[in-house]
């Protein structure tokens, strides 16, 4: 459904980000911040359905390499550029310097992720969630334990180059390679990888090879999104890579309907706005008839994180496959 | 050597599969020991034995999952002992499973489709750019894949999910996928395994049908004596891990050690 003109609807989203990217300004400051969250986690849910849903394989490290690529652009960008950049260099050149940036976080997340999944790719199901588990804790204790990148408290004054532009064009072009590459005759392979790898291997799929071309194009996405992160928050530490990021992103895949892009796109969105919800909801107090005080849902705002959960727990048991998954393609549910 | 003498389908020069004086042990157990048998290039050959006999292994062998402790395999003149399956497909080997093994969140259609993997024209570069040579690339394996829909009378079924379809025309798309890597040793996992009697003949039909039509080797590994009693001109008769007989179907059903292995020792009973 995303595949009619993958080509042409790449085109209109990059021109839709050019144009919201050139009016900032004149949007109020809230709903820009929400859309940027809502596009960077677009692509962390986008980038991470490639390996979880299409490829099958169970990746609990997103957040790593997302903490791999916002270090790896904030040095570029921080202490790398004073070297190259002169002081007063026209605009034209920060935006080139940002993109390199990205770039880099990208690549050096990809090498990341090649390093983590050459190996670990061999295992199985649980073996590989808990060894990606285990990679996002030592990559925020790395990170913790690096002094000239802050420590614990982590980096800041990053500058704040990331803007609408760069998050939605970095949230199309990553829905467009993912949906472009999986519905092709060569991305049958990932989601024959997926389905069965005894079989998809006596038809002549390296599904070693799938696997960790998946695992590394997720990773490099991943390190974009870090490096915009990096870039719109402008300050980074180790403890917002933590394993709960990662939960986070994953939760998105499985509301969205493993193997559904379109289904995670939507949940990316929802699950960013839903807490805006709650909060703006918590503001609001309901007239009881019977009494003269009316009922103040401010309670809403301290048990925000309960009432997340217990969504999501709702939500797995009346609809498992994905709330946005209408019986296109199977659940997860194969073996 | 089996003592139940060749017949005279003599095998051509070169045999397709070889496998020479090929043993594994487990441990103390020896699953097989020095077994010699070859597959010509458009040979249907059989291979039978009781339980336990070591089919299951000797397949296992040929497909790369064990390696032989002894002795060697050689695929068109090449060793080919312990290489991956993925490999091995793309040397033209290529095998089915007992219980099928469909991918079963993909249609039909795209059952087959993921098996001209090997063979496409066009790959990553292509899919990301979709310029004229990913259009014609898709196009010609379009055309490819429904070209064997219609040949296996499964073109009905292009869009429904794999594992909607009956039994046997499971059994068919899994046959169709494996051809569809262009193989030319296809081997059969005991593939009339749960089928009643009509969809054993239509399977004999089926395997009659690529054989003459792909000119290609089936092995068939069968527990089901009416199947390869059927189709085949020679069997191989395994127990315990040894070859007791290679022969045509009517010489195998008159020999003396098949029938004890079958049967136990009273060969009185079967004439």
């Not at chain 1, 090649?114 to 073996?127: F, I």
């Not at chain 1, 990679?135 to 803007?163: C, D, H, K, W």
């Not at chain 1, 193997?259 to 699950?271: H, K, Y």
């Not at chain 2, 699953?31 to 597959?39: W, Y």
Request: aromatic content about 8%.
């Amino acid at each position: 459904m995303l595949l009619a003109r993958p080509r042409t609807l790449l085109g209109a989203a990059l021109a839709v980000s050019v144009a919201l990217g050139l009016c900032q300004q004149r949007l109020d400051p809230y709903y820009v911040d929400v859309l940027t969250r809502i596009g960077i986690n677009i692509t962390l849910a986008v980038s991470l359905n490639l390996i979880n849903g299409h490829t099958g394989q169970f990746s609990l490290g997103h957040a790593g390499f997302m903490a791999v690529g916002g270090y790896t652009a904030a040095t570029v960008s921080m202490f790398a550029a004073p070297h190259f950049l002169p002081a007063n260099a026209p605009a034209a050149f920060t935006l080139a310097w940002f993109l390199a940036a990205l770039v880099a976080g990208g690549l050096v997340a990809g090498a990341a992720g090649l390093l983590v999944g050459a190996p670990s790719l061999r295992l199985k199901g649980d073996y590989l969630a808990i060894v990606t588990l285990g990679f996002g804790q030592i990559i925020a204790v790395i990170f913790r334990n690096i002094e000239p990148l802050g420590g614990a408290l982590g980096l800041s004054g990053i500058p704040a180059y990331t803007n609408l532009f760069w998050v939605l064009a970095t949230a199309a072009l990553t829905v467009y390679v993912v949906t472009t590459m999986v519905n092709s005759t060569y991305g049958r392979g990932f989601l024959a990888t997926h389905d069965d790898e005894v079989a998809a291997a006596a038809i002549g799929i390296n599904t070693t090879r799938c696997k960790i071309v998946a695992f590394v194009i997720g990773a490099f996405f991943a390190g974009v999104a870090g490096g915009l992160y990096g870039h719109f928050s402008m300050t980074i530490n180790p403890k917002g890579f933590d394993f709960n990021r990662s939960i986070e992103i994953v939760v998105m895949v499985i509301v969205g309907g493993m193997g559904n892009t379109a289904g995670v796109i939507l949940a990316a969105a929802l699950l960013t706005l839903l807490p805006e919800g709650l909060r703006t909801l918590a503001g609001y107090s309901i007239p009881v008839p019977w009494s003269a005080q009316p009922w103040s849902l401010n309670w809403i705002g301290e048990s925000r994180p309960l009432l997340y959960s217990m969504l999501l727990i709702g939500l797995m048991l009346l609809r498992p496959q994905g709330l946005f998954n209408w019986g296109r393609r199977g659940s997860t549910a194969t073996s | 050597m089996g003592p139940a003498g060749f017949d005279g389908h003599e095998l051509m020069s070169a045999p397709l599969l070889q496998l020479d004086r090929v043993t594994i042990r487990f441990g103390g157990l020896t699953a097989l020991s020095a077994l010699d048998f070859g597959i010509g290039a458009d040979e249907l050959v059989g291979l039978i034995g009781p339980n336990g006999a070591g089919k299951t292994t000797v397949f296992n062998l040929i497909t790369g999952v064990y390696q032989p402790t002894e002795g060697n395999i050689r695929f068109d003149g090449k060793s080919i002992a312990g290489l991956k399956p993925h490999r091995l497909a793309a040397l033209g080997l290529t095998r089915t499973f007992q219980n099928i093994r469909l991918f079963p969140s993909m249609s039909v259609f795209d059952n087959v489709r993921a098996a001209v993997q090997l063979h496409r024209p066009h790959g990553i570069r292509n899919a990301l750019w979709r310029g004229r040579g990913f259009h014609d690339g898709e196009n010609a394996v379009s055309a490819l894949v429904m070209e064997m829909l219609d040949m296996f009378r499964l073109t009905r079924f292009r869009d429904e999910p794999s594992k909607s379809l009956p039994y046997g025309d499971q059994r068919r798309l899994e046959i169709v996928r494996a051809l569809a890597t262009r193989p030319r040793l296809l081997l059969l996992d005991e593939p009339a395994a749960g089928m009643n009697s009509t969809e054993k003949v239509e399977l004999m039909k089926l395997i009659q049908f690529v054989k003459d039509k792909y000119k290609i080797a089936v092995l068939l590994v069968e527990h089901d004596m009416q199947v390869v009693m059927g189709i085949c001109r020679r069997i191989v008769v395994l127990d315990y891990g040894v070859k007791i007989a290679e022969a045509t179907p009517a010489e195998v059903r008159k020999d003396p050690k098949v029938i004890e292995a079958y049967l136990g020792e009273e060969p009185t009973i079967q004439k």
